[in-house]
């Protein structure tokens, strides 16, 4: 949506970025100590904790547990159930959420800010590198997570089906999101264009005005935690899977040793906006410039490389039979986008992006 509007938004990690973040407003809502605070209290709150020395590290570390846990059960009984049970329930929160802040006053504002289009953003490149990010992050593109997960599924698994749900789904739901956050930013007086800690700054206040708001709060922030675990978990078993099946060894083992090494490369970020906060990678800091550096050019670029490896590498039949997409002039549609268009368009955007660094 910020492609479409121009304007900052949400970013398009939030669930990733702010891992350690929901987990630490979990505990605060159980405990509590979340509720004590109100209006300009929250984000008192919210910077008090990012740029406190330890807690963000015990969070993230605790995170990452939960990670290994999940992943060392392996696919059907780690990753499954936990995405089966408790994904659905953060989405009817969500949703509730919404009904709740359309009805507060002012949310007409918060609607036109996420609906009413800035025309003149189309022409901006670092608006079309932000989209992609957003898509590529959200949508797993680029990171091997589909090849990964591909690998486990049975052969009369239907590609195109679930290729339209995932992305309508995707769509969906982040517009659902924005219709619980923006509504209530402008309810509140909130600066729209504060970013990803909106969540963290504008929902407490939201809780606070329901009818049973803080146990809908320690809810929402326990599911928030489990969508990003979920996140974490895909992350993690590509690298795992690799493990397991070119090195031959236990997914257990793999499991915690890339575990590890994962929590000594995040500390860097944990540590942004306390220890290191005066480190900056050009206008960001480290955890800004590894999220931007990451999803606006990593991940396009390896979409990129797996477009034209897909485009160029299989044969017609190969590719039209792999991707069951019928009548066959559809299918051969198909193939020419990934072979010219996607890398050409994907290569303009980026060499545009680039000239801005």
């Known amino acids: 949506m910020e ?3 121009g304007r900052s938004e949400i970013a398009p990690q939030t669930i990733e970025r702010s891992r350690h973040w929901a987990l630490k407003y979990f505990a605060g809502a159980s405990l509590g100590m979340l509720w004590e605070q109100a209006g300009d209290g929250y ?3 919210f910077q008090t904790f990012i740029s406190h020395t330890g807690e963000p590290i015990i969070c993230q570390a605790a995170m990452l547990l939960a990670t290994v846990v999940v992943v060392a059960g392996g696919v059907r009984k780690g990753i499954e159930t936990l995405n089966r049970w408790l994904m659905p329930l953060l989405a009817l929160i969500v949703i509730g959420l919404a009904g709740f802040a359309l009805t507060l006053t002012g949310a007409g504002g918060g609607v036109r800010f996420l609906f009413s289009p800035d025309w003149s953003a189309i022409s901006r490149a670092e608006v079309h590198a932000a989209a992609l990010g957003q898509a590529f992050f959200s949508l797993g593109i680029g990171m ?5 997960y591909a690998s486990y599924m049975p ?4 590609l195109p089906r679930s290729a339209v749900a995932i992305a309508s789904g995707d769509a969906g739901f982040a517009i659902i999101a924005g219709l619980a956050i923006f509504p209530a930013v402008f ?3 909130i600066d729209p264009t504060s970013g990803a800690e909106l969540a963290f700054i504008t929902l407490p206040q939201m809780f606070l005005q329901m009818p049973g708001g803080a146990i809908v709060g ?15 978990v895909s992350l993690l078993e590509v690298p795992v899977a690799m493990a397991v099946q070119r090195l031959t060894i236990g997914r257990r083992w793999a499991t915690t040793v890339l575990g590890i090494l994962v929590l000594v490369l995040g500390l860097p970020s944990a540590m942004s906006f306390g220890l290191l906060a005066d480190i900056q990678i050009g206008r960001h ?14 991940l396009p670029i390896g979409g990129m490389l797996v477009a034209l490896a897909v485009g160029w590498r299989l044969s017609v039949s190969e590719a039209i039979a792999e991707s069951e997409l019928l009548p066959r002039w559809l299918g051969l549609s198909w193939l020419w986008l990934l072979r010219l268009f996607v890398p050409l368009t994907l290569a303009t955007i980026l060499l545009r992006s680039a000239s801005l660094l």
């Open 187 to 189: 309810s509140f007086g």
């Open 285 to 298: 800091g480290i955890l800004d410039a590894t999220d931007a550096f990451v999803s606006n050019y990593l």
């Open 3 to 5: 492609a479409f509007h």
């Open 43 to 45: 984000g008192r709150y």
């Open 144 to 148: 091997a997570v589909f090849l990964t």
């Open 155 to 158: 052969r009369n698994f239907r």
């Open 218 to 232: 320690a809810a929402f922030f326990f599911l928030l935690s489990a969508a990003a675990l979920t996140s974490m």
